[in-house]
């Protein structure tokens, strides 16, 4: 089983990057962000909590999403790896990931990090606000909270999985497909 952590901040190109990794790999992709917004297009209760919070820029709280990420585990047995897109967000998601996956007699095999700067961030988020009328894509001042919340609750992640031997980085600032070679080139590495 090969399960991939996607890591980054908003808008680093998380969600991009899944869906090539899925094309090459068959993994299954888990994106909170995604089920989120599927929690809210169906007016649940679990969504109308959480859009509350998302159009604000802050976290949704973590058993909300430790709940959702053991339920898709749980609908998905025979999957041959999983991409955890958005996911760990906080020490506490990373613990009970890692805890998940063991009672499965699975582990993580790494974290991949796409780096690029908060300038770029904000341009590209923006844009897409203006494309796709995510209310969290729309305001500097959202987008600016969203970067602490990832500074404050989620960078820290970076240090969790390095400590496990399982951190790689790549330069997340290029075309999509350079950037895809350069995940490709860990992910071959891996399943050597
Ligand atoms: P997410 O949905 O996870 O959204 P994201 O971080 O904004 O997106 P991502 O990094 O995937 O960017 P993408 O590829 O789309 O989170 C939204 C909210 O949900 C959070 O703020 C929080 O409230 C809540 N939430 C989600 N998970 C949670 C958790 N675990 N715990 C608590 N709360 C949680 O790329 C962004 C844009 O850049 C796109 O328009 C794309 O086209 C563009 N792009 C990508 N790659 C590019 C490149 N190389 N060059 C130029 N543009 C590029």
């Given at each position: 089983?090969?399960?991939l952590v996607l890591f980054g901040p908003p808008g680093a190109g998380k969600g991009t990057q899944s869906q090539n990794l899925i094309a090459a790999y068959g993994l299954i992709h888990l994106s909170t962000g995604d089920i989120l917004r599927n929690e809210i297009s169906q007016g649940t209760l679990l969504g109308t909590e959480a859009k509350k919070l998302m159009?604000?820029?802050l976290l949704v709280p973590d058993?909300?999403?430790i709940g959702m990420i053991s339920n898709k585990l749980d609908a998905n047995k025979e999957a041959k790896g999983f991409i955890f897109d958005g996911f760990p967000r906080t020490v506490a998601q990373a613990e009970a990931l890692d805890n998940l996956l063991k009672s499965k007699k699975a582990s993580i095999a790494?974290?991949?990090a796409l780096d690029v700067d908060s300038v770029e961030l904000e341009k590209r988020l923006l844009l897409r606000g203006k494309n796709s009328g995510r209310v969290d894509d729309q305001n500097p001042e959202i987008i600016k909270k969203r970067i602490v919340e990832y500074t404050n609750k989620t960078a820290v992640l970076a240090s969790f999985y390095a400590s496990q031997n399982k951190f790689y980085s790549v330069n997340g600032i290029g075309s999509i497909d350079s950037i895809f070679d350069d995940l490709n080139k860990i992910v071959i590495s891996l399943i050597k």
């Open positions: 089983m090969l399960n159009d604000e820029g058993a909300v999403v790494a974290m991949i």
